[in-house]
């Protein structure tokens, strides 16, 4: 029996269609290769016009998950210096970390091949400042297209044999 990922379809706007994915929905891990395909597929659509990261990490987590060399290696290739990391704290503990800056070939290259969609516990991949592609701590996984991307995204996940099923 297949199972199938199911992907919620809202109207965002008169312009932008969004489709959802809800981990909590289903028993997949963010590591399956199903998801790290749906993901790929998500970005393949919108590439062109990408061009801003925004991401979000929790130290701890992260190194526990790739290790300390693998997480300061990830970090330095999506372009996080201390120059750009915001600490988000609450009372004087730092909670988590943050940068944003323009999206390299070699960012979008590390998520087109990215293998855990947790190694980040939160990124966004943006077309100025409009949200295209986002994974939000392995809660839902989500993209916005206009009209001409969305079929673009529907043709690379049918290519792909992917087991999605679409809801409105």
């Given at each position: 029996?297949?199972?199938?990922?199911?992907?919620?379809?809202?109207?965002?706007?008169?312009?932008l269609?969004?489709?959802?994915?809800?981990?909590?929905?289903?028993?997949?891990?963010?590591?399956?290769?199903v998801?790290?395909?749906?993901?790929?597929?998500?970005?393949?659509?919108?590439?062109?016009?990408?061009?801003?990261?925004?991401?979000?990490?929790?130290?701890?987590?992260?190194?526990?998950?790739?290790?300390?060399?693998?997480?300061?290696?990830?970090?330095?290739?999506?372009?996080?210096?201390?120059?750009?990391?915001?600490?988000?704290?609450?009372?004087?503990?730092?909670?988590?970390?943050?940068?944003?800056v323009?999206?390299t070939?070699?960012?979008?290259?590390?998520?087109?091949?990215?293998?855990?969609?947790?190694?980040l516990?939160?990124?966004?991949?943006?077309?100025?400042?409009?949200?295209?592609?986002?994974?939000?701590?392995?809660?839902?996984?989500?993209?916005?297209?206009?009209?001409?991307?969305?079929?673009?995204?529907?043709?690379?996940?049918?290519?792909?044999?992917?087991?999605?099923?679409?809801?409105?």
């Open positions: 029996m297949q199972h199938h990922l199911y992907l919620l379809k809202n109207e965002a706007s008169d312009t269609t969004t489709y959802t994915y809800r981990f909590d929905d289903h028993t997949f891990s963010p590591a399956n290769q998801l790290t395909r749906l993901f790929r597929q998500m970005i393949l659509a919108v590439e062109s016009e990408l061009t801003l990261l925004e991401a979000e990490y929790i130290d701890h987590q992260m190194v526990q998950l790739v290790g300390l060399k693998r997480a300061q290696e990830i970090l330095a290739l999506l372009g996080a210096n201390k120059q750009n990391i915001v600490e988000n704290k609450k009372e004087n503990i730092v909670l988590s970390r943050s940068f944003r323009p999206l070939a070699e960012a979008l290259h590390y998520f087109k091949r990215i293998q855990d969609l947790e190694e516990s939160a990124y966004r991949l943006c077309s100025d400042q409009t949200v295209k592609v986002e994974v939000y701590f392995a809660k839902e996984m989500k993209a916005s297209f206009t009209g001409q991307e969305e079929e673009r995204f529907l043709q690379l996940i049918a290519d792909e044999s992917l087991p999605i099923r679409v809801l409105s």
